[in-house]
């Protein structure tokens, strides 16, 4: 039994490093040989484009090309002499393998021709001094511009699928029931970066709610709710009619409207004073469409 619980152990511990090898491995980049090289140098300091040694950038209309420049656009500057000052293991200078798993759909030539600047995407790359990272751009800069008014937005635009790639904690097996704590972190504001509200919509609907959006009893207590939060009722009930039907239904009103004084005959009684003062506050219930009833015209005859 205590043999079991270690190993219980094990995976809980080592599962997520596993997937994130997993998903590092599938995205099929390989390690790459250490490289002395400073972009802080080449290009803060001495003031280089990006496009003198990554010339082919702008002619290059697949994520699958090799932009990394090759040694002879090093020896525009650098004798041959000196490659030692450019590789760690000097007795075996080797090139840096390309960078692959990207999108084979990118096109560097049409951000280029829209004259987007390169640490627009690529952030941090002209102060780094380290040839380490990459400096491949995360969703949250593609989709800073890509918001569907400054450019497209569709996934498939960079994706060969329809629906983007499938980030890695996606395919945890506990993922379709613990997504909500990560949506709550940030109010989903990363999953917003591909999905939309009506996405959440299409599963956590009627009584398909796992685990449940509303706690037992909250028939009896949303009203509280409502009033403290309603812009959150809103991401799912967006029309009006969705609270009318119910109460209507359940011939559930406002407390105001089961005083005796609130629709005296002849007189007007209350609910003339409250009709005057915030008309919006009627039309919340009694609005204006056709297939409402005609409240007010049953006894004032409009």
């Not at 650098?78 to 007795?91: K, M, P, V």
């Amino acid at each position: 039994m205590a043999k079991s619980w270690r190993n219980i152990l094990a995976l809980l511990f080592l599962g997520p490093v596993l997937l994130l090898a997993l998903g590092q491995a599938q995205s099929g980049r390989r390690a790459r040989p250490e490289l002395v090289f400073s972009h802080r140098l080449h290009v803060e300091e001495m003031g280089m484009e990006c496009g003198l040694c990554h010339s082919r950038a702008e002619e290059s209309r697949t994520g699958s090309d090799n932009l990394l420049p090759a040694m002879a656009a090093c020896q525009e500057c650098h004798d041959l002499e000196s490659c030692g000052t450019c590789h760690s293991d000097t007795l075996n200078p080797r090139a840096v393998e390309q960078v692959t798993g990207y999108s084979p759909k990118f096109s560097h030539a049409a951000h280029l021709a829209k004259e987007v600047p390169c640490e627009r995407c690529h952030a941090g790359v002209s102060v780094s001094d380290s040839a380490a990272s990459e400096h491949l751009p995360a969703m949250e800069p593609c989709m800073a511009c890509h918001d569907g008014i400054q450019a497209e937005k569709a996934c498939i635009l960079c994706h060969e699928h329809p629906r983007g790639k499938l980030p890695v904690d996606h395919v945890f097996p506990a993922w379709k029931t613990q997504h909500g704590d990560d949506a709550r972190l940030d109010d989903a504001a990363a999953c917003m970066l591909c999905h939309e509200r009506n996405d959440c919509q299409q599963c956590h609907q009627g009584d398909n709610l796992f685990p449940r959006t509303h706690p037992l009893g909250f028939e009896f207590n949303h009203a509280l709710e409502v009033r403290t939060a309603r812009s959150e009722c809103a991401a799912c009930h967006e029309d009006r009619s969705f609270c009318l039907e119910c109460h209507r239904m359940k011939q559930v009103y406002p407390r105001s409207h089961q005083l005796s004084s609130w629709a005296v005959p002849q007189a007007g009684g209350r609910h003339a004073t409250r009709g005057k003062i915030n008309i919006e506050e009627c039309a919340a219930c009694h609005g204006d469409d056709p297939e409402d009833s005609p409240v007010c015209a049953a006894c004032h005859g409009i």
